[in-house]
């Protein structure tokens, strides 16, 4: 069957440290793009950041310099290091896989995402 499943999440004090990880199931995985999103209650899913398959990150401007998104093709694993916490990073985190078509778009769309994983909770407290 075909998955990811992340893992990692927890509760940390305000300007610590966690590492999440995302293993999937999926052939051919080091030809995507995977990305890693964050959703709180009410708001829409958010886009964090993302690696292509070259194994270039990006991401979205609230955790530039905080955030690292790794991969290890041989693992089938992307991993989302995150430091310097803050309050608002406090979410449920996602990791997903863009679609074939999409993998050399840099686009923060989750439409652009065929598969998801089912989330990680992420608390950091003041």
């Known amino acids: 069957q075909v998955q990811l499943v992340e893992s990692g999440g927890g509760s940390v004090q305000a300007g610590g440290s966690l590492r999440l990880s995302c293993t999937a199931s999926t052939r051919a995985f080091s030809a995507y793009t995977m990305g890693w999103f964050r959703q709180t209650p009410g708001k829409e899913r958010e886009f964090v950041g993302a690696i292509r398959p070259s194994g270039t990150p990006y991401y979205t401007d609230s955790v530039e310099g905080r955030f690292t998104i790794s991969r290890d093709n041989d693992k089938n694993t992307v991993f989302l290091q995150m430091n310097s916490l803050k309050p608002e990073d406090t979410a449920v985190y996602y990791c997903?896989?863009?679609?074939?078509?999409?993998?050399?778009?840099?686009?923060?769309?989750?439409?652009?995402?065929?598969?998801w994983g089912q989330g990680t909770q992420v608390t950091v407290s003041s």
């Open positions: 997903a896989k863009k679609g074939p078509l999409q993998s050399f778009s840099l686009s923060p769309d989750p439409k652009g995402y065929d598969l």
